[in-house]
């Protein structure tokens, strides 16, 4: 139901911007996660936003270099990625929150309080 773009291979220091587009779904009225997950790794939160962007929430490591934000008219997150690090490396994913106005992100992004998944898009930080 929500499908991810924008991953690619940049170098150190380089920038790339994902989208999470859910075209077929509501996503306005959900707040929205994006998830990476390295290869050896369990699922982590990256950052997330609620339905009206008021709030958002960001992972220690990537705070100052990445930026959610979204458009409820094209019903698309974005996910702005900054001087990145190889440790960057991962499948980005996005997801909804399992309710509608619910914002899951008051405390740690945890995969367990999303439940509507993309399918993921390779983001590769290497020289």
């Known amino acids: 139901q929500l499908v991810e773009s924008g991953g690619g291979l940049v170098r150190p220091g380089g920038s790339l911007r994902l989208s999470c587009a859910g075209s077929?779904?509501?996503?306005?009225?959900?707040?929205v996660g994006w998830f990476r997950q390295a290869p050896g790794k369990e699922r982590e939160g990256v950052s997330c936003?609620?339905?009206?962007?008021?709030?958002?929430r960001y992972r220690d490591s990537v705070k100052g270099r990445f930026t959610i934000s979204r458009d409820n008219v094209k019903r698309t997150v974005y996910l702005e990625m900054h001087n990145l690090k190889p440790e960057d490396t991962a499948i980005y994913y996005c997801?909804?929150?399992?309710?509608?106005?619910?914002?899951?992100?008051?405390?740690?992004?945890?995969?367990?309080?999303?439940?509507?998944w993309g399918q993921g898009t390779q983001v590769t930080v290497s020289s």
């Open positions: 077929e779904f509501t996503l306005e009225q959900y707040a």
């Open positions: 936003i609620s339905n009206g962007s008021a709030r958002t």
């Open positions: 997801a909804a929150a399992r309710y509608p106005s619910a914002y899951p992100c008051t405390g740690q992004v945890h995969p367990k309080d999303f439940g509507s």
